[in-house]
Structures are given as structure tokens and as C-alpha cells.
């Protein structure tokens, strides 16, 4: 299967993925700093230290794999999102 995202820790996820679950999925995010900028198509629902939850779609969690700020994206099961 291809790997769409390399910071992704508990992959893979395709666009596929994001389709079947209405677009967006949650996920945690680990930064070296907190998020100075939230790419279009994501919303920060909480932050604690250098982690934040996030509910994103696919492009926004492309923008994220890309940030140098970011250290790691871990994707959150559905039943887990609040």
C-alpha cells in the first residue's frame, strides 16, 4: 500500500480513508512549538505542552506531514473524537 504521509505514526491513511469518514478524521499532533499556523481544512480543538488534537482533511493533514514544525501525526479512532 502506498504511504501518503511519512509523519504519520500509526498509518497508512489514503484519501480513501478521509471519504469513507465524511472528510475528516482526528488526529494528535506533536510539535516542536506550538502551531503558529493551522493549514486551511484542519480546526485545533486542544492543546496541551506541545501536543494538540486536530480534526482535518486530507489536504490539511498533507500540509502538516510537510511542517518542519511538526514531529509526529498520530491518527485518533473515530470513537475518540469529542
Known amino acids: 500500500m502506498k504511504k501518503d504521509f511519512n509523519k504519520l505514526t ?3 491513511l489514503a484519501k480513501d480513508d478521509f471519504d469513507r469518514n465524511g472528510g475528516k478524521l482526528g488526529f494528535l499532533v ?3 512549538n506550538p502551531l503558529a499556523k493551522v493549514p486551511e481544512g484542519a480546526k485545533v480543538h486542544s492543546t496541551i505542552g506541545n501536543i494538540c488534537t486536530v480534526v482535518a482533511d486530507y489536504d490539511a493533514v498533507k500540509e502538516l506531514d510537510q511542517d518542519p514544525n511538526v514531529i509526529r501525526i498520530e491518527y485518533s479512532r473515530p470513537g475518540g473524537i469529542i
Open 30 to 32: 506533536e510539535t516542536f
Open 10 to 12: 500509526n498509518g497508512p
